[in-house]
């Protein structure tokens, strides 16, 4: 069984959750392969682009996948787990569903706007902890994603939310697992970033993993 990390959107390898996560299987002598989704370019990042990427660089041997997914890296596993038979199981955490939606209502129509005609909007990027300029294609691209119940196949899923997230709501993760019998939702007393419930979040992969 293969090992794959997806972190989320304006993160990196190096974050808490990848590093503890890499950390805790590497104790079984177990690698957890974690990828850089901002391919040194995280100006022209697209969901799309993400999806691409493990397709070519993590899907090219016959070995099974356990895919791990944060934020919007678990909205790019959860599509990849759908169209690929080598994902065998999935873990989300705090998946960006309605990611767009809940993203952008917190701009503002004025800045979206403004954002469109400009092409580029600087985004704080906590791995590179500076600012960056994100192309408005990111928008143009996510919608196509946007429709879960199109997710459909029935792969053994565990998801881990935080019942406090105020980035992507709680309700997002419940709503999906009620539509779907293969999918344990394990609600967290936590926010988005679920910084504080690691060894829960560790312990409750573990078991799913037996």
């Not at 697209?46 to 934020?71: D, F, K, V």
Request: proline residues 7%; charged residues 15%; hydrophobic residues 35%.
């Amino acid at each position: 069984m293969k090992y794959i990390y997806l972190h989320g959107f304006a993160s990196s390898p190096g974050s808490a959750k990848a590093v503890y996560l890499r950390d805790r299987f590497a104790e079984l002598g177990v690698s957890l392969l974690v990828p850089d989704l901002n391919q040194g370019d995280f100006s022209h990042l697209t969901l799309t682009r993400q999806i691409q990427q493990i397709q070519t660089e993590c899907l090219s041997t016959p070995t099974p996948i356990t895919l791990i997914g944060s934020s919007l890296g678990g909205l790019t596993a959860a599509w990849l787990g759908e169209y690929h038979p080598l994902i065998q199981r999935l873990i989300l955490l705090a998946p960006a569903f309605g990611f767009l939606c809940h993203w952008l209502s917190t701009l503002g129509k004025e800045t979206l706007h403004q954002w469109q005609l400009e092409g580029y909007r600087p985004i704080y990027h906590y791995g590179e902890q500076r600012e960056l300029p994100l192309s408005y294609q990111f928008v143009e691209d996510i919608p196509q994603y946007e429709p879960t119940h199109r997710l459909k196949r029935p792969i053994p899923t565990l998801i881990l939310h935080g019942q406090h997230d105020e980035v992507i709501p709680f309700n997002e993760s419940l709503i999906y697992a009620k539509e779907r019998s293969w999918v344990k939702l394990i609600p967290l007393n936590s926010d988005h970033s679920l910084s504080d419930v690691k060894g829960e979040i560790w312990q409750s992969i573990l078991t799913f993993c037996q």
